[in-house]
């Protein structure tokens, strides 16, 4: 059985949990340093990053999450997640484990009136295109040679991306019903050999 | 690609669970909110606390401290208007707040009606004492509801009644046979596609706050107990002694609302908390939840 912890600090982790126990793994919430032994990966949910990244630094659990990453633990960010992954950020940002060789711009459509939904096209889900839900959500601006992009907007934006054990989506597969995303991390990113 | 959709307008709301919402009055609260790990901030013109010290009619903020607060900070900023003022509503969304509070602390301005809510691509929270209020506002259209306690108070009691009523009353609901959700639904005064689908889900459809009267962080943790998924903290923080110290104390306190011994740390410390209100003593034109229906 693989287990999956999810940060649980704030944000949406209840509906990240649900969708990893959907897809076939257990999951295990993430709020001190402890409980983090016996995961084989991690979910940073959506949520606040500013919050998220203050609750982490005083609950202890952001240098051993560093270093976690640092030995090539597989950890999936969605939106919140994704700017905490992401080396580079823009002036707003607040850099946390700082992993993953992507730039990455904060409420970059706007505020929440610019909130959408739209059906994406990714190659590594296969058909039918994937409905994703973007709220206040950050875009990847640059991505280093490492990083294969894995969705784009229609207008060439990249919104999901992946580079060795690490996964980041602009969006929030765990606010739909369809689990192929949480299962795509569980058996190509959490179990990959 | 679309916009306004109850999914996003709910969505905004998920991504706030687990943390605490406070109320600022100037762009330095609203720094220092957001510094504390606030996952937003309620800009306003006075504290709830203020609001009652005032008297008269409270009404939406001006719109250039709306803006000064928006500059500030990078967390997503709501705003209150009044019941049923729907005008003050298109004002909000014309200055892009990102969330409105159709919000029982402001003078009503219509005692019937509350807004449509449904018309606006902003999301709305909406305030409410029990289930049947709960799913009336949610049929209108609030994307997020909390409970409405006694603002400006800083006595928990309210926030406490009103959260075990609606709570309760989804526990009442499980299990009862299909042919008893229309009798409940008119005993609630409710939507019955509502109430069939909270009796099927167990839950609200939308992400439900606590709100009036939480001062302090045995209070947020003791909301977060009893079953909400986040807080509102609105004369609490900046009527007390350390607002930073009080504000970070009830973030920490929100997340980590069943370890008491993390709690015990965080609540050391912090100094007076604001002067509180016994609401027993109070008259009923000076209560602020019976606003509203």
Do not use: I
């Given at each position: 059985m693989t287990t999956i912890g999810v940060?649980?600090?704030?944000?949406d982790f209840r509906e990240h949990r649900e969708a990893v126990e959907r897809s076939g793994g257990t999951a295990a919430e993430v709020r001190?340093?402890?409980?983090?032994?016996?995961?084989?990966g991690l979910i940073i949910p959506g949520g606040e990053s500013t919050t998220i990244v203050r609750l982490m630094r005083t609950s202890g659990l952001l240098e051993p999450l560093r270093k976690l990453v640092g030995r090539g633990f597989p950890v999936w960010g969605t939106c919140a997640g994704m700017i905490l992954l992401a080396k580079h950020l823009d002036a707003t940002g607040i850099p946390a484990?700082?992993?993953?060789?992507i730039g990455v711009r904060r409420n970059a459509f706007g505020r929440q009136a610019d909130s959408f939904e739209v059906d994406l096209r990714i190659p590594v889900l296969g058909d039918p295109p994937f409905h994703a839900i973007f709220i206040r959500a950050p875009v990847i601006e640059a991505v280093g040679p490492e990083v294969e992009v894995l969705a784009r907007l229609a207008?060439?934006?990249?919104?999901a991306a992946r580079q060795g054990r690490l996964l980041a989506t602009a969006?929030?597969?765990?606010?739909?019903?369809?689990?192929r995303f949480h299962r795509f991390f569980l058996d190509h990113v959490v179990r990959r050999a | 690609m679309e916009k306004g959709t109850w999914t996003v307008k709910v969505g905004l709301a998920q991504m706030l669970k687990g943390g605490v919402i406070m109320d600022v009055v100037t762009p330095d609260h609203a720094k220092i909110a957001e510094e504390a790990g606030a996952c937003a901030v309620m800009a306003l013109e006075r504290v709830p606390a203020d609001i009652r010290a005032a008297g008269g009619v409270a009404r939406m903020a001006d719109p250039t401290v709306i803006e000064a607060i928006k500059q500030a900070v990078t967390i997503p900023v709501m705003a209150k208007c009044r019941i049923g003022h729907f005008v003050e509503a298109q004002i909000l969304e014309a200055l892009g707040v990102d969330y409105i509070d159709e919000s029982e602390v402001l003078t009503p301005a219509d005692e019937e009606h509350h807004i449509y809510?449904?018309?606006?691509t902003v999301p709305f929270v909406c305030g409410c004492r029990d289930l049947g209020e709960a799913l009336r506002r949610i049929g209108e259209g609030a994307a997020m509801i909390r409970t409405k306690g006694?603002?400006?108070?800083?006595?928990v009691v309210e926030a406490v009644r009103h959260a075990r009523a609606v709570l309760g009353a989804i526990r009442r609901l499980?299990?009862?046979?299909?042919?008893e959700l229309m009798a409940e639904a008119k005993n609630l005064r409710a939507p019955y596609e509502l109430v069939v689908e909270v009796e099927r889900?167990?839950?609200?459809?939308v992400v439900n706050f606590a709100a009036g009267g939480i001062a302090t962080p045995a209070d947020a943790a003791l909301m977060m107990q009893l079953g909400v998924d986040g807080i509102f903290v609105g004369s609490g923080i900046f009527k007390s002694a350390d607002p930073a110290a009080r504000a970070r104390a009830i973030v920490q306190a929100t997340t980590h609302f069943k370890d008491a011994t993390i709690l015990a740390e965080v609540s050391r410390g912090l100094g007076e908390a604001m002067t509180g209100l016994d609401v027993r003593s109070m008259k009923p034109e000076e209560l602020l939840a019976t606003r509203g229906w």
């Open positions: 940060l649980a600090l704030q944000g001190l340093p402890n409980d983090l032994e016996g995961l084989d484990l700082e992993a993953m060789d207008d060439g934006t990249p919104v969006f929030h597969p765990e606010l739909t019903p369809d689990s | 809510k449904h018309a606006f006694e603002a400006g108070t800083g006595n499980q299990g009862l046979p299909p042919d889900t167990g839950r609200l459809p």
